[in-house]
Structures are given as structure tokens and as C-alpha cells.
T-cell receptor, first 115, second 110 residues
Framework: GAVVSQHPSRVICKSGTSVKIECRSL??????MFWYRQFPKQSLMLMAT?????????EQGVEKDKFLINHASLTLSTLTVTSAHPEDSSFYIC???????????FGQGTRLTVV | RKEVEQDPGPFNVPEGATVAFNCTYS??????FFWYRQDCRKEPKLLMS???SGNEDGRFTAQLNRASQYISLLIRDSKLSDSATYLC???????????FGSGTRLSIRP
């Protein structure tokens, strides 16, 4: 199947700093990328949908100024958690899709711990 | 009401049993349907797409009922390795969003 690479897989940062997470589609062009967050024992929650070359669409309750998403090319989207706080500690997962009716492939996820 | 709803479980069944999950969706414009599997602390992986005519992949059978707006997953002859969380996924062509259900936890016991 298609490969989506997410980096880093694990990051620990100090409160108040910013963290950038990269999501790359390695063998296909991703028209759309999605960013999810998952707290322990909870389901995946969609944060935003990112289309190449346009602004991301954020879900209700997700602060766009705090979670900056850039989808500069058809193979790369980045999520930057700005001024991170301990409550931002979570598992962040990206997924990428080629078209509107195709399945999405997931990155390996990034476990963010803010101390 | 959530757009995609699943029974959270957990389902705890013996090895070899048959188990079925249902998932309901509220948006009639939903176009594509999938079942994903997520193991603890890992990313979800596609298990199978769900087609209108129903489809089977080994021990797994998926069905779609558009009139009642639900999809189902049947696992036959369950194995210990089937223990995971199963996520129902719905996609709208118009909005291109991919919406996950909250997942159903399955635990297979020896």
C-alpha cells in the first residue's frame, strides 16, 4: 500500500516552545491531508483538513493560530503546535489521500509530551 | 449526535467465535466507507473498504446498507491477533472529510 511518513515519532518539549511535525506521502501525490489528535483511550479526533495550496479547514474548537498547518506541496504537510502546553500532550496522526473517494493512509503518529 | 457512531465495546469473545460490529452514519451524502484497525499506541491501518454489494476478505465480511445508513463488519473464526480497536470510517466526496467513529474494542481470549 501507499506509504505516509510522519516525523518525528516522539518529541518532548518544554512548555511555551513550538513543535513542528511533518507528514510526507512517499509514493503518491496527496491532494488532501488530514491531521488528527488522539488522547489516551479515546478516539481519533479530526483537527483539520489540509488541501495543497490552500488554507486548511479547521474543525470546530481547534485553534488555527495555535495549530498551524502548511500544505506547501502535494507530498508534504506540516503541523506546528505553537506555544505548547502540557494539555497539548497527545498522539498526533496525519493521513493522506489521493482523491475524494479513496482510502486514506496514515503516518506512524507523533507522540508529543510537553513538560 | 455524532456523525458516525459505533458501540465502543469492549467485546470480549473466545477464540474461534464469530463477532459482528455495526456502525451508523448520519449524513446521507456519505460516499465512501471503510473499516480500519488500530492497535494500541499505533496508527490506524486500513482493514477493508466497504462496497455497496458487500465484500469479503478471508475471515472478514463488510456490508453497507444505504437505506438504513449503517455498515457492518463480521469476523469469523476469530484469532487472538484480531484483538484491536476497529474504526468505522465515512467519507464525503463533497467535503472530502474523513470522519472516524469512536471505535469498537475487541478482545479475543484463548
Amino acid at each position: 500500500g501507499a506509504v505516509v511518513s510522519q516525523h518525528p515519532s516522539r518529541v518532548i518539549c518544554k512548555s511555551g516552545t513550538s513543535v513542528k511535525i511533518e507528514c510526507r506521502s512517499l509514493d503518491f501525490q496527496a491532494t488532501t491531508m488530514f491531521w488528527y489528535r488522539q488522547f489516551p483511550k479515546q478516539s481519533l479526533m479530526l483537527m483539520a483538513t489540509s488541501n495543497e495550496g490552500s488554507k486548511a479547514t479547521y474543525e470546530q474548537g481547534v485553534e488555527k493560530d495555535k495549530f498551524l498547518i502548511n500544505h506547501a506541496s502535494l507530498t508534504l504537510s506540516t503541523l506546528t503546535v505553537t506555544s505548547a502546553h502540557p494539555e497539548d500532550s497527545s498522539f498526533y496522526i496525519c493521513s493522506a489521500s489521493q482523491g475524494f473517494d479513496t482510502e486514506a493512509f496514515f503516518g506512524q503518529g507523533t507522540r508529543l509530551t510537553v513538560v | 449526535r455524532k456523525e458516525v457512531e459505533q458501540d465502543p465495546g469492549p467485546f470480549n469473545v473466545p477464540e474461534g467465535a464469530t463477532v459482528a460490529f455495526n456502525c451508523t452514519y448520519s449524513n446521507s451524502a456519505s460516499q465512501s466507507f471503510f473499516w480500519y484497525r488500530q492497535d494500541c499506541r499505533k496508527e490506524p491501518k486500513l482493514l477493508m473498504s466497504v462496497y455497496s454489494s458487500g465484500n469479503e476478505d478471508g475471515r472478514f465480511t463488510a456490508q453497507l446498507n444505504r437505506a438504513s445508513q449503517y455498515i457492518s463488519l463480521l469476523i469469523r473464526d476469530s484469532k487472538l491477533s484480531d484483538s484491536a480497536t476497529y474504526l468505522c470510517v465515512v467519507r464525503h466526496s463533497s467535503a472530502s472529510k474523513i470522519i472516524f467513529g469512536s471505535g469498537t474494542r475487541l478482545s479475543i481470549r484463548p
